[in-house]
């Protein structure tokens, strides 16, 4: 600038301006410069004196020196020295910041001194400074996340990124994500190639954001797969400026879940086979059982027996009678850990449960010296729910008190009622059980030492836990010891419903001049089923497959057809459903005698047609009674 520019115009400035001779001593500060700096106590001071006792401080406090002083600068080299920074302390503790420009003055071609403008930018500094702790904190939170996170701008560069995605994308020099796209060979989970209007980054730039949008690339770990996000960055004024992208990488949680879904269908496999094996089990262990348990019940009530010979066939009918019940507690198990088992509600007296399931161990009790007692309450204790499972709770708990209770023990059942809930209580002096069993004396499978040496599948007592259970009830074991006997307590809750339904006359047994077919590929039980039959008055044809069944019964015209469903040629079902189609059909009762004993196999079997299923082995009692009925079930 040249010299002569007049002092009200630099009075007039707002801000501090400071002239200096071409000495550097200062000549003339404004009144702003006076009331911010108190300028007027260094007019006419030299140089060096000015900048010791104004000094300025650059960004980190160290003092300005001497030479690098903007008057010395611009006293040596006649250049401008614009835009120099620096920081004073103003008052004890106190900084501010300014922006100084400075400037020689020149007068006919000689310099004659400089003139300084100071402008203020302390709030810019602070906000500066803020930003930068904000962006370094940001930074900071970024690249402690586990996933690779990093901006573009609007050509697809990266100008932000945090160590997981360095390590993820390897990128390149002022790469665009097209080209990032290509060399790191982006696909979608099918394998197709992922255009570039719909790379995420891309689509984030164009204002739309995307969501955990799937795709593979290859990295220096081999093709990996990422969920990936990205999300546009606007300006006040809405303009996209950049897109802030996140990649989640999903790689080992799809294999995880593919391994977990291969694991489970492969569980439902097994579940299934185990399933399909236990009803066969089943079967082939009920078939054997029917002609011994048949040949049984017919010497049992038409032979003339001496005592050994009727002792023999009360253990061998008895044996029988355990061994059906093993096989029915193991398919209830299963039913119920899968969730197939249904209860079949009713109301019911109590009483009349317990009783039954105790009446057929008062033989086996006598035989082995135990004394068994019951004691029932005198009135009825009405409850609803499946009679028939309550009575195997109560079978259960007293056929392990007789098989633990050595001769000379004694086995208490007791039935009560109290505030709306009924007590069965199952004691015996037997063997006890061990304080380490009692925490798993319910778990399927599992048996104290003494179970262990008793023998058995260790499912009848987690078979009473379950069933009670699903009636709303709870069991309880309790034993002082090996050798102290147990107590086994049963919590039922007892219902308002109405009193069950008094029971029907009996009707005759007899089946006097009814014509029978039965069809069965077993010869044994075929015989035998034949000859129960006829000793009770029945005429019988008995055949062995279902094809012959159909032909036999077009001229046998039988009132009665006993079918089993697993047969040689055309299955019990088949045979139901071509004799149901037969004009002669009429009243014809049909009743599925089968080893399959599943709900499945049921239903299936009243689908086809059938009007009852009985699972093998039946007592004579069993089928006669249900032959007799002449109505229809």
């Not at 930074?139 to 996170?149: F, K, L, S």
């Not at 969730?339 to 009713?346: A, S, V």
């Not at 009679?387 to 392990?400: E, F, K, P, S, Y």
Request: with cysteine; hydrophobic share 40%.
């Amino acid at each position: 600038m040249t010299s002569g520019m007049p002092d009200p115009i630099l009075a007039a400035l707002a801000e501090p301006v400071l002239l200096t001779d071409a000495e550097g001593s200062v000549t003339y500060a404004n009144p702003a410069g006076v009331r911010r700096f108190g300028w007027d106590k260094v007019i006419g001071i030299p140089l060096a004196e000015r900048i010791a006792r104004w000094p300025m401080f650059t960004r980190d406090r160290t003092p300005v020196g001497a030479a690098d002083d903007p008057v010395t600068r611009v006293l040596a080299t006649r250049a401008h020295v614009l835009g120099f920074r620096f920081t004073v302390e103003t008052a004890p503790g106190h900084w501010e910041w300014f922006t100084c420009n400075t400037v020689p003055v020149v007068a006919d071609g000689r310099l004659v001194g400089t003139a300084s403008v100071l402008h203020d930018t302390t709030e810019a500094a602070r906000i500066e400074a803020d930003l930068a702790d904000h962006a370094a904190r940001l930074e900071a939170i970024v690249d402690q996340a586990t996933d690779p996170v990093f901006v573009v701008d609007t050509e697809g560069r990266i100008i932000l990124m945090n160590a997981v995605a360095q390590r993820v994308l390897q990128p390149v020099p002022d790469e665009r994500s097209e080209a990032r796209a290509r060399r790191l060979d982006f696909r979608t989970n099918d394998g197709d190639v992922i255009s570039e209007e719909r790379m995420p980054s891309r689509l984030a730039l164009g204002g739309v954001p995307v969501s955990d949008m799937e795709l593979t690339i290859a990295t220096a770990e081999g093709r990996r797969q990422f969920a990936t996000r990205a999300h546009p960055l606007r300006r006040h004024d809405g303009a996209v400026y950049a897109a802030a992208i996140t990649m989640r990488d999903v790689t080992d949680d799809v294999q995880l879940h593919a391994e977990l879904e291969e694991a489970r269908e492969s569980a439902e496999e097994a579940n299934r086979l185990k399933d399909e094996f236990i009803a066969a089990l089943s079967h082939e262990l009920r078939t054997p059982l029917q002609p011994i348990l048949g040949w049984t019940e017919v010497l049992r009530r038409h032979g003339r027996l001496d005592e050994v010979t009727s002792q023999a066939l009360e253990a061998i009918r008895r044996n029988i009678r355990q061994q059906v019940r093993l096989v029915d507690d193991l398919l209830d198990l299963s039913r119920i850990v899968h969730g197939k088992f249904q209860l079949r509600f009713e109301s019911f007296d109590l009483r009349e449960q317990v009783k039954s399931a105790a009446e057929p161990f008062e033989e086996a009790a006598a035989l082995r010296r135990v004394r068994l007692t019951v004691a029932l309450p005198p009135g009825p204790l009405i409850m609803w729910g499946d009679g028939t499972r309550v009575q195997q709770i109560a079978t259960n708990l007293i056929a392990n008190a007789v098989k633990f209770t050595p001769p000379g023990g004694q086995i208490g059942v007791h039935l009560t009622g109290r505030d709306a809930q009924a007590l069965l209580e199952v004691e015996d002096t037997g063997d006890g059980i061990a304080p380490e069993d009692l925490a798993v004396i319910f778990e399927a499978f599992r048996q104290g030492g003494t179970s262990r040496r008793r023998g058995g599948l260790g499912i009848g007592l987690d078979l009473v836990k379950r069933l009670t259970e699903l009636h709303g009830g709870s069991v309880e074991a309790f034993s002082e010891g090996p050798g102290y006997g147990a107590r086994f307590l049963v919590r039922l809750p007892l219902t308002t419903a109405p009193a069950p339904t008094p029971r029907r006359a009996e009707t005759s047994t007899r089946l006097d001049g009814r014509t029978v077919l039965v069809v069965e590929d077993n010869a044994d039980t075929r015989q035998v089923l034949k000859f129960m039959l006829e000793i009770e008055g029945a005429q019988v044809e008995a055949v062995e497959s279902g094809a012959e069944a159909v032909a036999r019964a077009e001229t046998f015209r039988p009132q009665i057809v006993l079918c089993d469903i697993g047969l040689p040629d055309i299955d019990g079902l088949e045979v139901a459903r071509r004799m149901r189609g037969r004009s002669w059909f009429g009243d014809t009762r049909l009743i599925a005698l089968t080893g399959y004993g599943q709900p499945d196999d049921i239903r299936h079997a009243l689908d086809a047609g059938f009007e009852a299923h009985l699972t093998k082995p039946i007592n004579l009692d069993q089928l006669l009674a249900l032959l007799g009925t002449h109505e229809r079930a």
